[in-house]
């Protein structure tokens, strides 16, 4: 179930047409308002008095930056149509030639956990430098600890021995 989660929030991530919030149509509307990520944009959003305050990042988002993020996703595409290929050939729609033998699917259309991570880095270093541009602040993701769902495990004994003890008494 953890796969097919990652295969459909993958796709719609990066496929157009199919959800309105995806990257690909992100990019899109930053190149329509790039003004938006100008050091003068910011300046008023911050309610800084002086550009001069905005830190220095190292880039700026103009046409060609909007236009080489997009060719980082485009460099996604055969990753983006093997997932695409697994959802629609046996998520969705169970052909038969790769229901009764899902071997063939793994085969057709190979998808690597390499593949789900460069997807990953690739859509959030994209989202972080507009993130940054637009309001100074980084995006920020973290994830769980694997060892936080032992916590979790021990707060439900713990809620149970308690709700048992009440009940015996």
Known sequence: SLFTDVLLISTKLLECGRSDKNV???LHFAECNLSLFTPEAVK?????????????????????FVLSDKSKLSELDPILNNLKKKRDKYYAHYDKWCFDD?????????VTRNDIE???ST?????????????????????IDR????????????HLDNTKLRRAK
Do not use: W
């Open 44 to 64: 008023i959003r911050r309610g800084f008095s002086n550009v001069k305050q905005i830190p220095n990042r190292g880039y700026i988002v103009d046409s060609n």
């Open 102 to 110: 899902p071997k063939k699917l793994k085969t057709a259309a190979p």
């Open 147 to 158: 060892f936080d769902v032992i916590d979790v495990f021990d707060l439900i004994k713990l």
């Open 123 to 143: 859509c959030l270093s994209i989202i972080d430098h507009y993130s940054e541009t637009f309001d100074g602040e980084h995006l920020s993701i973290t994830t």
């Open 118 to 120: 460069k997807i990953m």
């Open 24 to 26: 690909p149509d992100f």
